[in-house]
């Protein structure tokens, strides 16, 4: 069973920057490279929001977070990365890592593993 972890969370002024990571463990079968992970957020009072994902060396971006968010892996490592930069108090929110076979599935929330999510907050 795959499980992931988060960390990296915790509170920065506006402007500021942070690094999210997602460590994937057990088997699903499939190579870290061949399997889509991602990075999902969610506001009090709001719906769930895809931020990013990648599969092999493909990326994607929520709109709201284009340009200034960078996703990227290290498959010795198992882990994906959240490299948030220009914050702004809109972004603060809890982040979840999720990952799927499919990066289509996974841009739509249709995932097969989530993490237990991170608090992102930022300050104004």
């Known amino acids: 069973q795959v499980q992931l972890v988060e960390s990296g969370g915790g509170l920065v002024p506006a402007g500021g920057s942070l690094r999210l990571s997602c460590v994937r463990s057990?088997?699903?079968?499939?190579?870290?490279?061949?399997?889509?992970m991602g990075w999902f957020r969610q506001a009090p009072g709001k719906e769930r929001e895809f931020v990013a994902g990648?599969?092999?060396?493909?990326?994607v971006y929520g709109d709201s977070v284009q340009g200034r968010f960078t996703v990227s892996r290290d498959t010795a490592k198992n882990t994906v990365y959240l490299q948030m930069n220009s914050l702004k108090p809109e972004d603060t929110a809890v982040y979840y890592c999720a990952s799927d076979p499919s990066l289509g599935r996974l841009r739509k929330g249709i995932v097969d593993s989530w993490g237990q999510g991170t608090q992102v907050t930022v300050s104004s």
């Open positions: 990648i599969i092999w060396s493909s990326t």
């Open positions: 057990g088997s699903s079968g499939s190579s870290f490279s061949a399997v889509a």
